[in-house]
């Protein structure tokens, strides 16, 4: 049976009524300050430590964590917070920006696929497959590098888009088929907070390398972009492979939501530490004389 992740006050619908517009960016004036959410952050990290321990062990599934959002929203930053507490050899951060040569010369899945996490592991993709139906579809010139031909034969782009999705659903459907438990997080920042950060870094020597001049050229597109967000999450948010979208204009509220989701997920997996059979057992009486031995 598929593993279905539980719901949170995040989630997006699977019915496609999700509308960007409506969705705040911030989560209001009702929310704890900032030490309560850094203390109530701490103890999520470690309930993910401590499960993720469990997942290791247990070794039949394997959690996928998508990171998608506009430029400074803070997925860098939320993932070392959230995952600062996991073993580094259960964990693994793949991070996509444009495709390399080697990449364009296979289907567009493919550079994703074989960053995906094996059984017992967490992988992290910071930017994802979602690129394809968002940085490429607001820039529909990247299409030329992938030489498809699809685009020889005339297919309508909207096909093409449609096409893309529904290949993005089968995908997340396999992955959940044979256990991969898919999380997607779109961290949902403001035009005025993006601003605002962008400036930070231009005026933080420290900061510096953290700005492109390509930021400002998406945020030129902001409009677009919100567009193909508000497709996309309507198009792939399904209960096998939710979105949740975070208000992401308040930073400690944003991680501790997003870590929030990952250790209840893992709570609800049917995780069992491995147990030894009645033989292997029965010697341990055997192993333990022969170490209290040596120490004598």
């Not at 960016?25 to 959410?37: A, E, I, N």
């Not at 793949?94 to 010369?105: D, G």
């Not at 390509?214 to 996309?232: G, K, Q, T, V």
Request: proline content about 4%; glycine content about 4%.
């Amino acid at each position: 049976m598929t593993f279905t992740p539980p719901a949170s006050l995040h989630t997006v619908p699977f019915d496609g009524a999700f509308s960007v517009a409506a969705h705040a960016t911030d989560p209001g004036v009702d929310v704890d300050g900032k030490k309560s959410l850094k203390k109530a952050l701490a103890k999520e990290v470690d309930r993910i430590s401590q499960l993720q321990r469990k997942l290791y062990a247990d070794d039949r599934f394997a959690v996928l964590l998508v990171f998608q959002a506009m430029d400074a929203a803070g997925k860098d930053g939320t993932i070392r917070a959230v995952m600062s507490g996991v073993n580094p050899a259960g964990c693994h951060v793949s991070s996509f920006k444009s495709p390399s040569n080697e990449e364009l010369e296979h289907d567009w899945l493919w550079r994703t696929v074989k960053a995906l996490p094996e059984r017992g592991r967490i992988g992290i993709f910071n930017r994802s497959h979602y690129e394809e139906v968002l940085a490429v579809r607001v820039n529909e010139s990247f299409l030329e590098a992938q030489r498809l031909p699809a685009l020889d034969d005339g297919t309508d782009r909207d096909a093409l888009w449609a096409a893309r999705y529904a290949s993005i659903r089968d995908h997340e459907q396999h992955l959940a088929n044979n256990g991969t438990v898919v999380l997607k997080f779109w961290l949902d920042v403001s035009r005025a907070e993006q601003r605002s950060r962008f400036l930070d870094r231009l005026q933080t020597p420290e900061k510096y390398w953290k700005f492109s001049k390509h930021d400002l050229s998406a945020r030129d597109r902001w409009d677009d972009y919100m567009r193909a967000y508000e497709l996309l999450l309507n198009e792939t948010s399904r209960a096998h492979a939710p979105w949740f979208a975070i208000p992401a204009d308040n930073k400690a509220y944003m991680r501790l939501a997003v870590a929030r989701i990952i250790a209840d997920t893992l709570e609800a997996l049917p995780l069992e530490w491995p147990e030894k059979s009645a033989e292997e057992l029965a010697k341990f009486s055997d192993h333990i004389a022969r170490l209290q031995s040596e120490q004598a």
